[in-house]
T-cell receptor, first 115, second 115 residues
Framework: GNSVTQMEGPVTLSEEAFLTINCTYTATGYPSLFWYVQYPGEGLQLLLKATKADDKGSNKGFEATYRKETTSFHLEKGSVQVSDSAVYFCALRRNGQGGSEKLVFGKGTKLTVNP | DAGVTQSPTHLIKTRGQHVTLRCSPISGHKSVSWYQQVLGQGPQFIFQYYEKEERGRGNFPDRFSARQFPNYSSELNVNALLLGDSALYLC??????????????FGPGTRLTVL
């Protein structure tokens, strides 16, 4: 079946540190891949996406590259800020499934950035 | 532009009761999906509706049902509530341009507590 595996959290960093959150997936066909972020007490916000192999999604200094050969979509940011503290979810959408938009999420990785 | 709105924000019910959650999509969006997020986990897909028809269903019991109205708003109904139904219920909408899968945008969620 389709699944997403994220690195175990929590992750604690100092401000301006480099961030990597690993995400690998299992899916039939070629899924679209997403990173969503959830701030405390809120719903999910789309952070970035990639729809085909070698695509790079980017937003607010975050980047992730769709790697088909390693079935990965790791999230990176060069210099984190305290305001980046949140839970990050990697998700996939399998394409060609009758128009369904079902997203399959990982368990989430909690990031805390200290000043 | 207003985002996805959900009501109520919080809800407390007792076992065996029934609950109705409501969602209004972003203006112009025709697809609505529902997800259940148990504390500490990633969201799990429950339903998707597009143009008032069910487009996808997750692995949830028949106690869960939903519908979409002509104005594209949606309701999620849960009967015979169990303690395990306590969760954050998220609604997401998408434009589904040309009837195909599109990026989903999430609302803030309804926090349901079952006592």
């Amino acid at each position: 079946g389709n699944s997403v595996t994220q690195m175990e959290g929590p992750v604690t960093l100092s401000e301006e540190a480099f961030l990597t959150i690993n995400c690998t997936y299992t899916a039939t066909g070629y899924p679209s891949l997403f990173w969503y972020v959830q701030y405390p007490g809120e719903g999910l916000q789309l952070l970035l996406k990639a729809t085909k192999a070698d695509d790079k999604g980017s937003n607010k200094g975050f980047e992730a590259t769709y790697r088909k050969e390693t079935t990965s979509f790791h999230l990176e940011k060069g210099s984190v800020q305290v305001s980046d503290s949140a839970v990050y979810f990697c998700a996939l959408r399998r394409n060609g499934q009758g128009g369904s938009e079902k997203l399959v999420f990982g368990k989430g990785t909690k990031l805390t950035v200290n000043p | 532009d207003a985002g996805v709105t959900q009501s109520p924000t919080h809800l407390i019910k007792t076992r065996g009761q029934h609950v109705t959650l409501r969602c209004s999509p972003i203006s112009g969006h025709k697809s609505v999906s529902w997800y259940q997020q148990v504390l500490g986990q990633g969201p799990q897909f429950i339903f998707q509706y597009y143009e008032k028809e069910e487009r996808g269903r997750g692995n949830f019991p028949d106690r869960f049902s939903a519908r979409q109205f002509p104005n594209y708003s949606s309701e999620l109904n849960v009967n015979a509530l169990l303690l395990g139904d306590s969760a954050l219920y998220l609604c997401a909408s998408s434009p589904m341009r040309q009837g195909g899968p599109d990026t989903q945008y999430f609302g803030p969620g309804t926090r349901l507590t079952v006592l």
